[in-house]
T-cell receptor, first 114, second 113 residues
Framework: GQQLNQSPQSMFIQEGEDVSMNCTSS?????WLWYKQDPGEGPVLLIA?????ELTSNGRLTAQFGITRKDSFLNISASIPSDVGIYFC??????????????FGQGTTLQVKP | EAGVVQSPRYKIIEKKQPVAFWCNPI?????LYWYLQNLGQGPELLIR????????DSQLPKDRFSAERLKGVDSTLKIQPAELGDSAVYLC???????????FGPGTRLTVL
């Protein structure tokens, strides 16, 4: 089945640094979603991408839909302590499909040192 | 606008006991999802409802898991009997229509002893 691979698995950075993480797949995706999950809470949608090459920002967060449609990137600029959490990428389980089933990556854990 | 509501937030039970989780989706969202999240992993879909109809339950272990969404709004997920391996976080999500952005509730953390 389809899988999403996220890297790095974890990051430990200094407050104020920029962060970059990515998500790759062996198959094409028509949608990429980025979520953040705080401990003890459900995932919160950060950014949704629907078009290859699309670059979308949400405050200090910027995400891009890769041209090949097999990858996506999430960047966080000027990190702050509240950026700590697990970041998941997700996409539909079939290319171009509309089944409503999201496949999630295994997550990137971000820790920020004040 | 209120988000997805789930209860209880935490549940501790002994194995072989039954347990039920409740979800109230965002108002107007006709699609509802139940996900299972194991520690250190991303959520995995158990079942998806379009209004009151379960349209994808292929990942639901039907020997012990059941779900319902009788009036197309609230939903209940049940496990009977629970096993040790069922310890996980059970997340509910909803969306305006199938495959749009999904919004998650806080989850129910189940511990089976």
């Amino acid at each position: 089945g389809q899988q999403l691979n996220q890297s790095p698995q974890s990051m430990f950075i200094q407050e104020g640094e920029d962060v970059s993480m990515n998500c790759t797949s062996s198959s094409i995706f028509n949608t990429w979603l980025w979520y953040k999950q705080d401990p003890g809470e459900g995932p919160v949608l950060l950014i949704a991408l629907y078009k290859a090459g699309e670059l979308t920002s949400n405050g200090r967060l910027t995400a891009q839909f890769g041209i090949t449609r097999k990858d996506s990137f999430l960047n966080i600029s000027a990190s702050i302590p509240s950026d700590v959490g697990i970041y998941f990428c997700a996409g539909p389980n079939t290319p171009g499909g509309n089944t409503g089933k999201l496949i999630f990556g295994q997550g990137t854990t971000l820790q920020v040192k004040p | 606008e209120a988000g997805v509501v789930q209860s209880p937030r935490y549940k501790i039970i002994e194995k072989k006991q039954p347990v039920a989780f409740w979800c109230n989706p965002i108002s107007g969202h006709n699609t509802l999802y139940w996900y299972l999240q194991n520690l250190g992993q991303g959520p995995e879909l158990l079942i998806r409802y379009e209004n009151e109809e379960a349209v994808d339950d292929s990942q639901l272990p039907k020997d012990r898991f059941s779900a319902e969404r009788l009036k197309g709004v609230d939903s209940t997920l049940k496990i009977q009997p629970a096993e040790l391996g069922d310890s996980a976080v059970y997340l509910c999500a909803s969306s305006l229509q199938m495959y749009n952005e999904q919004f998650f509730g806080p989850g129910t953390r189940l511990t089976v002893l």
